[in-house]
């Protein structure tokens, strides 16, 4: 069915606050067990289901503007594929495309929505996929209600870590520990902010919420089965504790990963889910809900310098570079990256910032490192910046431009770290811009 949805304004002109409407939908995107896996850097082909995988929609709406989220519990989505939705979603309903941003919670065990080079990406599962967000975005538009919108932010310093540990030797073993005298100390921050914004419609009751927190999920990637992670059992959490569409949208969680480096010891996806519920829960209970606010979304794209890799870095052998896996993977990409980094020159990418009155979720297509997230956080002041990392595509890992003078594994050049030292700040320039209010 279609719905007519009128076409939004200029989304450049000074906002006006308007009486708020919403909306919350959840759609099964569970592939069957025999898919092929992504996010271990090897051929993993699923044989069981062990949770569901969701797509989650949420649609924010005044009388002059409408933006939208949609969270996917997958590794990544990739800019053809937000493309698509897009132009299905506007075609099918009226909806600027545009206005739609579109997040993976960067899940290790869920199935191949990329490609890693001589592994195929699952064609069918992303039809199937994007077919289902579709209908899901329609029942979203349906049921738009009057609704309040509230804003919770705390911080929690038990879930993530960061994992780069800076050795005796000047470099950074990524996943390193201290069980050895090399080791010296952590190369970096985490980002412990975690911000819920929830909804409730006219009656008081929790329509859904947003959850934004920076941390790697990567229990059961090399494994078998299909999971949600650790976002699933949060989603589940919350749930049961009467929010019924809890999305998580993960921030700057390039270097940031749920096992501590300091003790050697790692949370379970059980664990994990939990702390996060917890901290939402108590986030939703100091929710102050207005009734009226203003809305907006802004994008920009931005051409991404490659890198310039000497022959050191492309055999693998420069100081500080750290192949996981199978380091042989990595020597048969290298023609296929060489030769696209001669073919396109540079990597488009595309930042948008949805405002939400003071409040600005700026969504990364990367694995951005937290350095870089928390500086957008800072010089968007008196803006309260989020940052919604795995959004709208993927150009790979985005260090900051000191992490390339140490190494580890987030800096060596192979299918997942091709940009050059300063890629990070110019998207991060990018978001600031965005982020600014307009006259």
């Not at 995107?29 to 289901?49: E, M, N, Y």
């Not at 039809?127 to 705390?154: D, H, K, P, W």
């Not at 050191?312 to 500080?320: A, H, P, Q």
């Not at 003071?358 to 951005?368: K, L, Q, S, V």
Request: glycine share 10%; aromatic share 8%; charged share 20%.
């Amino acid at each position: 069915m279609r719905i007519l949805y009128r076409q939004l304004g200029d989304t450049s002109t000074h906002l006006t606050t308007m009486p708020f409407k919403a909306a919350f939908t959840e759609i099964d995107i569970t592939p069957p067990a025999g898919v092929r896996k992504i996010g271990w850097l090897r051929l993993v082909v699923s044989d069981s289901v062990r949770d569901p995988l969701y797509a989650r929609i949420a649609v924010f709406e005044t009388s002059g503007n409408a933006i939208a989220f949609i969270q996917l519990d997958t590794l990544s989505i990739r800019w053809t594929q937000v493309a698509d939705i897009r132009h299905r979603i506007a075609d099918a309903y009226g909806f600027e495309g545009r206005n739609i941003m579109v997040s993976a919670t960067h899940n290790h065990a869920g199935p191949a929505v990329c490609g890693w080079p001589g592994f195929e990406r699952e064609e069918k599962y992303i039809e199937e996929m994007v077919s289902r967000i579709v209908t899901g975005f329609g029942q979203a538009l349906e049921g738009l209600q009057s609704a309040e919108i509230g804003f919770g932010t705390g911080f929690e310093f038990t879930l993530a870590h960061n994992r780069r540990v800076i050795m005796r030797d000047g470099t950074v073993r990524t996943h390193g520990s201290f069980k050895s005298n090399d080791s010296l100390c952590l190369e970096g921050p985490i980002d412990p902010e975690a911000t819920v914004i929830a909804v409730r419609n006219s009656s008081g009751d929790l329509l859904g919420a947003l959850v934004n927190y920076a941390c790697h999920p990567i229990h059961y990637g090399p494994d078998g089965c299909l999971s949600a992670g650790w976002p699933g059992v949060f989603a589940s959490e919350m749930k049961a504790r009467g929010c019924p569409v809890p999305m998580f949208i993960n921030g700057a969680a390039g270097n940031l990963h749920h096992s501590d480096p300091v003790t050697s010891t790692d949370k379970t996806m059980e664990e994990a889910g939990r702390i996060l519920a917890d901290k939402a829960s108590e986030l939703l209970k100091q929710c102050e809900f207005r009734k009226s606010i203003e809305l907006e979304s802004r994008t920009e794209t931005v051409q991404l310098p490659f890198r310039e890799a000497t022959d050191d870095e492309i055999k693998g052998t420069v100081r500080g570079a750290q192949r996981f896996v199978d380091p042989a993977l990595y020597d048969a990409a290298m023609p296929g990256i060489l030769e696209r980094i001669q073919r396109m020159g540079t990597q488009p990418a595309e930042v948008q910032v949805h405002l939400i009155d003071e409040f600005a979720i700026a969504g990364i297509p990367a694995e951005y490192f937290c350095e870089l997230g928390l500086h957008i956080k800072e010089q968007a002041h008196p803006r309260h910046a989020l940052i919604a990392g795995f959004t709208n595509g993927m150009v790979g890992y985005v260090p900051h431009r000191q992490a390339f003078l140490r190494g580890g594994y987030e800096t060596t050049f192979g299918p997942g770290s091709r940009l050059a030292p300063g890629a990070g700040e110019i998207l991060a320039d990018c978001a600031l811009r965005l982020c600014r209010t307009t006259d």
